[in-house]
């Protein structure tokens, strides 16, 4: 089957979530709010100074992540999502917001916890390739990268969840030390400690 070969763009995301404000039903689904709290559970410590969402949508696990940071930079390229977040989030003030779209902009700021879910199918492999290179570099020495991406074939993605999470999964022994891996029926997590 032929997959795209591009990143999808932003207005990809835009126009789903202006005919739709919830598309994946992260409000919801019965899934989802199993997925976000095996996330939540798989984090190793209790406490992170400072945070990155990669692809925070209308800010679902934003907010059950904040607990947790000092401070939280939640990222995405749309606005019609970001503006359901910055809502949800009105009382968290330790969450920031951004519209930027990885790897071409990319925040410039030291991470102890990155987390990356359900975004690096939506990028090709060159994206991904710089996606990753930058957030090794935006990483601490002993910092978190937490991966959960859904594994099922999706035709309008230029990846799939497992060639994410062993595109990540090459550094282990150079650049990142594999702490936990979880493989449930449509998704997969990997926790990763940088070295």
């Given at each position: ?17 202006r005919?739709?404000?919830?598309p ?7 899934y ?13 410590k ?15 696990l ?24 910055i ?20 925040p410039?700021?030291m ?5 990356l879910?359900?975004v ?5 492999w ?7 290179r ?7 020495v002993?910092?978190?990268l ?12 230029p990846?799939?969840g ?9 550094l282990?022994?150079?650049h ?20």
């Amino acid at each position: 089957m032929n997959k795209p070969k591009n990143s999808l763009p932003p207005s990809y995301f835009e126009q789903m979530y202006r005919k739709n404000s919830d598309p994946w039903d992260f409000e919801t689904s019965d899934y989802e709010a199993q997925k976000y709290q095996t996330t939540i559970k798989a984090l190793p410590k209790t406490h992170y100074h400072n945070a990155l969402e990669i692809g925070g949508s209308i800010g679902v696990l934003t907010a059950l992540l904040a607990p947790y940071c000092d401070s939280l930079l939640s990222i995405d390229v749309s606005q019609t999502a970001q503006q359901q977040a910055i809502a949800r989030c009105k009382d968290l003030s330790q969450v920031r917001f951004e519209i930027a779209q990885v790897p071409q902009v990319y925040p410039d700021e030291m991470f102890d916890l990155t987390l990356l879910s359900e975004v690096g199918y939506y990028l090709n492999w060159d994206d991904l390739k710089k996606t990753q290179r930058l957030i090794i570099e935006h990483l601490h020495v002993g910092g978190h990268l937490l991966l959960v991406h859904w594994t099922l074939f999706a035709k309008d993605y230029p990846l799939t969840g497992d060639e994410v999470h062993n595109f990540f999964g090459q550094l282990t022994g150079t650049h990142l030390k594999h702490l936990h891996g979880l493989r449930r029926e449509q998704y997969r997590l990997d926790l990763f400690e940088r070295v």
